[in-house]
T-cell receptor
């Protein structure tokens, strides 16, 4: 079983839709969580950290459920520019982070 | 510099040759990471440097791979006797990384390595 698992998708949604991605992690000692986005043939870029109380940044909301060991990312009012691969990232021991394989989102006009 | 700089951006090499990939992290970032990404695949951890501590080399796939970080700044990843399966994008990232607190990474644009 992978340390970090994501539904690869693809998710194809119309502009304006709300879409949610989930990610599960296997190590209960994990302490830090992030979402990154990666555009085609580009490097990953940090989208947002995920805090225990949940956090919001504009149209994006991230949540953490430690009991069930999953994190989620909600995107409201999807834009064409949101089309990308979204990577779930988990850090366990303040060292290396483990990246999920990503969920691909395509927003269509 | 303003971001993480990697060079070269593209490298084509013949099977069996050695290659060196360079990463110049953001000034002041104490943590530096190397990952690689094969086409259509996820990121694979290779090695992690944190300050003056011994590096975490647990992700290096074979003894043909090595990395060093000089003066706590620039890092070089060396692949000896390259094989076709080494073809991938090699990504370097840096972060403020102060031990127990984990910060997000800033990635460079990567080196695309093709072994022919």
């Amino acid at each position: 079983r992978k340390e970090v698992e994501q539904d690869p998708g693809p998710f194809n949604v119309p502009e304006g839709a709300t879409v949610a991605f989930n990610c599960t992690y296997s190590n209960s000692a994990s302490q830090s969580f992030f979402w990154y986005r990666q555009d085609c043939r580009k490097e990953p870029k940090l989208l947002m950290s995920v805090y225990s109380s949940g956090n919001e940044d504009g149209r994006f909301t991230a949540q953490l459920n430690r009991a069930s060991q999953y994190i989620s990312l909600l995107i409201r009012d999807s834009k064409l520019s949101d089309s990308a691969t979204y990577l779930c990232v988990v850090n366990t021991n303040a060292g290396k982070s483990t990246f999920g394989d990503g969920t691909t989102l395509t927003v269509k006009p | 510099g303003a971001g993480v700089s990697q060079s070269p951006s593209n490298k084509v090499t013949e099977k069996g040759k050695d290659v060196e990939l360079r990463c110049d992290p953001i000034s002041g970032h104490t943590a530096l990471y190397w990952y690689r990404q094969s086409l259509g695949q996820g990121l694979e951890f290779l090695i992690y440097f944190q300050g003056n501590s011994a590096p975490d080399k647990s992700g290096l796939p074979s003894d043909r791979f090595s990395a060093e970080r000089t003066g706590g700044s620039v890092s070089t990843l060396t692949i000896q006797r390259t094989q076709q399966e080494d073809s991938a994008v090699y990504l370097c990232a840096s972060s403020r990384g102060t031990g127990s607190r984990v910060y997000g990474y800033t990635f460079g644009s990567g080196t695309r390595l093709t072994v022919v």
